[in-house]
Antibody
Framework: QVQLVQSGAEVKKPGSSVKVSCKAS????????ISWVRQAPGQGLEWMGG????????NYAQKFQGRVTITADESTTTGYMELSGLRSEDTAMYYC???????????WGQGTTVTVSS | EIVMTQTPLSLSVTPGQPASISCKSS???????????LYWYLQKPGQPPQLLIY???NRFSGVPDRFSGSGSGTDFTLKVSRVEAEDVGVYYC?????????FGQGTRLEIK
Protein backbone atom coordinates (compact mmCIF):
# COMPACT_ATOMS: atom_id res chain seq x y z
CA GLN A 1 0.00 0.00 0.00
CA VAL A 2 1.30 3.38 -1.04
CA GLN A 3 1.79 5.73 1.90
CA LEU A 4 3.56 8.86 2.99
CA VAL A 5 3.78 9.03 6.78
CA GLN A 6 4.75 12.32 8.36
CA SER A 7 6.27 13.07 11.73
CA GLY A 8 4.17 14.30 14.63
CA ALA A 9 2.91 17.71 15.68
CA GLU A 10 5.42 20.35 16.75
CA VAL A 11 5.22 23.39 19.00
CA LYS A 12 8.03 25.88 18.48
CA LYS A 13 9.16 29.25 19.78
CA PRO A 14 9.45 32.23 17.45
CA GLY A 15 12.88 32.39 15.85
CA SER A 16 13.52 28.66 16.13
CA SER A 17 13.51 25.98 13.42
CA VAL A 18 11.38 22.93 12.72
CA LYS A 19 12.19 19.84 10.69
CA VAL A 20 9.33 17.68 9.44
CA SER A 21 9.87 14.22 7.98
CA CYS A 22 7.90 12.29 5.38
CA LYS A 23 8.57 8.56 5.05
CA ALA A 24 7.51 6.76 1.91
CA SER A 25 6.43 3.15 2.10
CA UNK A 26 5.04 0.86 -0.54
CA UNK A 27 5.92 3.46 -3.12
CA UNK A 28 8.83 4.14 -5.40
CA UNK A 29 10.74 7.10 -4.02
CA UNK A 30 13.79 8.09 -5.97
CA UNK A 31 12.12 8.70 -9.31
CA UNK A 32 9.38 10.87 -7.89
CA UNK A 33 9.18 14.43 -6.66
CA ILE A 34 8.38 15.09 -3.03
CA SER A 35 6.69 18.45 -2.64
CA TRP A 36 5.81 20.32 0.53
CA VAL A 37 2.53 22.20 0.73
CA ARG A 38 1.35 24.20 3.68
CA GLN A 39 -2.07 25.32 4.81
CA ALA A 40 -2.53 28.03 7.42
CA PRO A 41 -5.64 27.69 9.62
CA GLY A 42 -8.75 28.28 7.51
CA GLN A 43 -6.66 29.15 4.46
CA GLY A 44 -5.81 27.61 1.10
CA LEU A 45 -2.94 25.49 -0.16
CA GLU A 46 0.53 26.95 -0.69
CA TRP A 47 3.40 25.13 -2.41
CA MET A 48 6.68 25.64 -0.58
CA GLY A 49 9.03 23.65 -2.74
CA GLY A 50 10.03 20.16 -3.74
CA UNK A 51 12.86 17.78 -4.51
CA UNK A 52 13.44 14.92 -6.93
CA UNK A 53 15.68 12.57 -4.90
CA UNK A 54 17.62 11.15 -7.84
CA UNK A 55 18.56 14.68 -8.89
CA UNK A 56 19.24 15.86 -5.37
CA UNK A 57 18.63 19.59 -5.77
CA UNK A 58 15.47 21.24 -4.54
CA ASN A 59 13.28 23.99 -5.98
CA TYR A 60 11.71 26.54 -3.65
CA ALA A 61 8.94 29.09 -3.86
CA GLN A 62 10.39 32.60 -3.76
CA LYS A 63 8.43 33.35 -0.60
CA PHE A 64 10.35 30.72 1.37
CA GLN A 65 13.73 31.04 -0.30
CA GLY A 66 16.44 31.32 2.33
CA ARG A 67 14.25 29.97 5.13
CA VAL A 68 13.34 26.52 3.89
CA THR A 69 15.53 23.53 3.16
CA ILE A 70 14.09 20.43 1.50
CA THR A 71 16.13 17.26 1.43
CA ALA A 72 15.66 13.54 0.82
CA ASP A 73 17.42 10.42 2.01
CA GLU A 74 17.06 7.68 -0.59
CA SER A 75 18.44 5.01 1.75
CA THR A 76 15.54 5.51 4.18
CA THR A 77 13.00 6.72 1.58
CA THR A 78 12.38 9.78 3.72
CA GLY A 79 11.95 13.39 2.75
CA TYR A 80 12.53 16.35 5.04
CA MET A 81 11.43 19.95 5.19
CA GLU A 82 13.21 22.32 7.55
CA LEU A 83 11.86 25.83 8.11
CA SER A 84 13.93 28.33 10.05
CA GLY A 85 13.27 31.75 11.56
CA LEU A 86 9.80 30.67 12.61
CA ARG A 87 7.17 33.31 13.21
CA SER A 88 3.54 33.11 14.24
CA GLU A 89 2.44 33.25 10.60
CA ASP A 90 4.16 29.88 10.04
CA THR A 91 1.57 28.20 12.23
CA ALA A 92 0.02 25.78 9.77
CA MET A 93 -0.52 22.22 8.62
CA TYR A 94 2.38 21.03 6.52
CA TYR A 95 1.83 18.27 3.95
CA CYS A 96 4.23 16.27 1.84
CA UNK A 97 3.00 14.91 -1.46
CA UNK A 98 4.40 12.72 -4.22
CA UNK A 99 4.30 13.44 -7.91
CA UNK A 100 5.98 12.28 -11.07
CA UNK A 101 8.31 15.20 -11.72
CA UNK A 102 6.12 18.27 -11.23
CA UNK A 103 2.87 16.66 -12.31
CA UNK A 104 -0.14 15.43 -10.34
CA UNK A 105 0.36 15.04 -6.59
CA UNK A 106 -1.31 11.68 -6.26
CA UNK A 107 -0.21 10.55 -2.80
CA TRP A 108 -0.28 12.85 0.25
CA GLY A 109 0.98 12.54 3.77
CA GLN A 110 -1.46 12.92 6.63
CA GLY A 111 -0.10 16.36 7.52
CA THR A 112 1.98 17.73 10.39
CA THR A 113 0.73 20.60 12.53
CA VAL A 114 3.35 23.17 13.40
CA THR A 115 2.40 25.75 16.02
CA VAL A 116 4.63 28.75 16.59
CA SER A 117 3.97 30.42 19.90
CA SER A 118 5.92 32.15 22.61
CA GLU B 1 4.21 33.26 -11.01
CA ILE B 2 0.99 31.98 -12.54
CA VAL B 3 -2.12 33.17 -10.72
CA MET B 4 -5.05 30.77 -10.51
CA THR B 5 -8.47 32.32 -9.97
CA GLN B 6 -11.46 30.20 -9.00
CA THR B 7 -15.13 31.12 -9.06
CA PRO B 8 -17.33 30.90 -7.16
CA LEU B 9 -15.60 30.78 -3.78
CA SER B 10 -18.54 28.97 -2.26
CA LEU B 11 -21.35 26.84 -3.54
CA SER B 12 -24.45 25.43 -1.87
CA VAL B 13 -26.02 22.55 -3.80
CA THR B 14 -29.04 20.32 -3.29
CA PRO B 15 -28.15 16.61 -3.43
CA GLY B 16 -28.67 15.24 -6.90
CA GLN B 17 -28.18 18.63 -8.53
CA PRO B 18 -25.14 19.60 -10.63
CA ALA B 19 -22.29 21.87 -9.59
CA SER B 20 -19.70 23.70 -11.63
CA ILE B 21 -16.46 25.44 -10.63
CA SER B 22 -14.41 27.67 -12.89
CA CYS B 23 -10.65 28.10 -12.76
CA LYS B 24 -8.75 30.67 -14.83
CA SER B 25 -4.99 30.91 -15.10
CA SER B 26 -3.00 34.07 -15.80
CA UNK B 27 -0.97 32.23 -18.46
CA UNK B 28 -1.65 29.32 -20.77
CA UNK B 29 -1.11 25.92 -19.16
CA UNK B 30 -0.52 24.20 -22.51
CA UNK B 31 2.98 22.77 -22.63
CA UNK B 32 5.03 22.23 -25.78
CA UNK B 33 4.65 18.48 -25.16
CA UNK B 34 0.95 18.86 -25.94
CA UNK B 35 -0.24 18.32 -22.38
CA UNK B 36 -2.01 20.87 -20.23
CA UNK B 37 -0.85 20.86 -16.61
CA LEU B 38 -4.07 21.63 -14.80
CA TYR B 39 -5.31 19.53 -11.89
CA TRP B 40 -8.29 19.44 -9.55
CA TYR B 41 -8.20 18.40 -5.90
CA LEU B 42 -10.84 17.94 -3.22
CA GLN B 43 -9.99 18.50 0.41
CA LYS B 44 -12.60 16.94 2.64
CA PRO B 45 -12.88 18.27 6.19
CA GLY B 46 -9.94 17.20 8.34
CA GLN B 47 -8.18 15.40 5.50
CA PRO B 48 -5.30 16.11 3.13
CA PRO B 49 -6.23 17.02 -0.44
CA GLN B 50 -7.03 14.17 -2.79
CA LEU B 51 -6.44 14.18 -6.52
CA LEU B 52 -9.62 14.16 -8.61
CA ILE B 53 -8.62 15.17 -12.12
CA TYR B 54 -5.23 15.38 -13.84
CA UNK B 55 -4.26 17.13 -17.06
CA UNK B 56 -7.63 18.88 -17.39
CA UNK B 57 -9.97 15.97 -17.97
CA ASN B 58 -8.53 12.65 -16.75
CA ARG B 59 -10.19 11.17 -13.69
CA PHE B 60 -7.75 9.76 -11.17
CA SER B 61 -8.09 6.14 -10.07
CA GLY B 62 -11.23 5.55 -8.03
CA VAL B 63 -12.83 8.94 -8.74
CA PRO B 64 -16.54 8.57 -9.55
CA ASP B 65 -17.58 9.39 -13.09
CA ARG B 66 -19.92 12.13 -11.85
CA PHE B 67 -16.75 14.28 -11.72
CA SER B 68 -15.54 15.69 -15.02
CA GLY B 69 -13.04 18.30 -16.08
CA SER B 70 -12.83 20.35 -19.23
CA GLY B 71 -11.18 23.41 -20.71
CA SER B 72 -8.07 24.54 -22.48
CA GLY B 73 -5.42 27.24 -22.44
CA THR B 74 -6.37 29.44 -19.53
CA ASP B 75 -10.01 28.52 -18.82
CA PHE B 76 -11.03 25.35 -17.04
CA THR B 77 -14.12 23.87 -15.42
CA LEU B 78 -14.82 21.11 -12.94
CA LYS B 79 -18.33 19.70 -13.03
CA VAL B 80 -20.11 17.38 -10.66
CA SER B 81 -23.09 15.96 -12.48
CA ARG B 82 -25.09 14.97 -9.39
CA VAL B 83 -23.76 16.17 -6.07
CA GLU B 84 -23.74 13.72 -3.19
CA ALA B 85 -23.24 14.36 0.53
CA GLU B 86 -19.70 12.92 0.38
CA ASP B 87 -18.66 15.62 -2.13
CA VAL B 88 -18.60 18.26 0.61
CA GLY B 89 -15.27 20.04 1.03
CA VAL B 90 -13.02 22.55 -0.67
CA TYR B 91 -12.07 22.14 -4.31
CA TYR B 92 -8.75 23.49 -5.60
CA CYS B 93 -7.35 23.81 -9.08
CA UNK B 94 -3.57 23.68 -9.43
CA UNK B 95 -1.07 24.36 -12.20
CA UNK B 96 2.36 22.82 -12.57
CA UNK B 97 3.47 23.96 -16.02
CA UNK B 98 5.74 26.46 -14.32
CA UNK B 99 7.38 26.64 -10.91
CA UNK B 100 6.28 27.74 -8.42
CA UNK B 101 3.33 25.41 -8.47
CA UNK B 102 0.27 27.48 -7.64
CA PHE B 103 -3.25 26.73 -6.45
CA GLY B 104 -6.54 28.51 -6.79
CA GLN B 105 -8.05 30.04 -3.65
CA GLY B 106 -10.42 27.11 -3.25
CA THR B 107 -14.18 26.70 -3.68
CA ARG B 108 -16.15 25.47 -0.69
CA LEU B 109 -19.00 23.17 -1.61
CA GLU B 110 -21.75 22.57 0.92
CA ILE B 111 -24.96 20.63 0.77
CA LYS B 112 -28.28 22.44 1.08
Amino acid sequence: QVQLVQSGAEVKKPGSSVKVSCKASGVSFSNYTISWVRQAPGQGLEWMGGIIPIFGSANYAQKFQGRVTITADESTTTGYMELSGLRSEDTAMYYCARSLFWKAMDVWGQGTTVTVSS
Amino acid sequence: EIVMTQTPLSLSVTPGQPASISCKSSQSLLHSDGKTYLYWYLQKPGQPPQLLIYEVSNRFSGVPDRFSGSGSGTDFTLKVSRVEAEDVGVYYCMQSIQLPITFGQGTRLEIK
